[in-house]
């Protein structure tokens, strides 16, 4: 029987990333365990929702890590940081769509910090010339994001094979955010409402 903390969460985010108002009592048994088990684990919903959200948080920043997002040629980053990250898709899933945790000071101070990251990766892609321009940095961060979820919930669904997931990411993502020699100027409103501050101009 499962009891240890890590192997509940990873239960817990399998059932609340695609329903997350399941009961406890089903993620007790997709864990494996009895809902006073569940209890003595984490003595809320709250207090379980914001563990897997640390879970996750903790995961997506040591894929950042691994993929050494600060270093060399920002497409080789981001493609490692792709074959890191799909693994925890579920977990992004999660992060990406509980809303209980947007109430967390604390949560949202180690998020800020990932996505700050994740920022500054594609910002030093578009000062080395590989990513487009007229797409803001913070909106490439949230978009990249938002398609690791996507993925996360894809293969939860049978949808997307968990094999053709790091792929899919890539292609998607980069045949939209690589630069193109004859990019379209997009309307002139539009740019200037992407760039939301200074620091995303290359």
Not at 184 to 197: D, E, L
């Amino acid at each position: 029987m499962a009891t240890d903390r890590d192997t509940v969460l990873e239960a817990a985010v399998g059932v609340l990333s695609r329903r997350p108002t399941a009961h406890l009592d089903e993620i007790a048994r997709a864990a494996g365990i009895s809902r006073a088990t569940l209890h003595r684990l984490f003595p809320g919903r709250e207090a379980l929702i914001r563990e897997v959200g640390l879970l996750g948080l903790q995961r997506f920043a040591a894929a950042l890590d691994t993929a050494v997002v600060e270093d060399g040629d920002a497409e080789a980053a981001l493609r490692r940081l792709v074959d890191a990250a799909v693994p925890d898709a579920a977990l992004c899933a999660f992060l990406a769509g509980e809303n209980q945790l947007y109430d967390d000071d604390h949560v949202n101070a180690l998020w800020d910090v990932q996505i700050d990251r994740l920022h500054a990766l594609f910002l030093r892609g578009q000062q080395q010339g590989v990513f487009r321009i007229e797409l803001s940095a913070a909106w490439l961060s949230e978009a990249f994001f938002d398609l690791i979820a996507g993925v996360g919930w894809a293969i939860q669904d049978g949808r997307l094979a968990p094999r053709d997931a790091a792929f899919s990411i890539t292609e998607l993502f980069l045949g939209g955010a690589l630069r193109r020699h004859a990019a379209p100027n997009p309307p002139q409103s539009t740019a200037r409402s992407a760039r939301t501050t200074e620091t995303d101009t290359p």
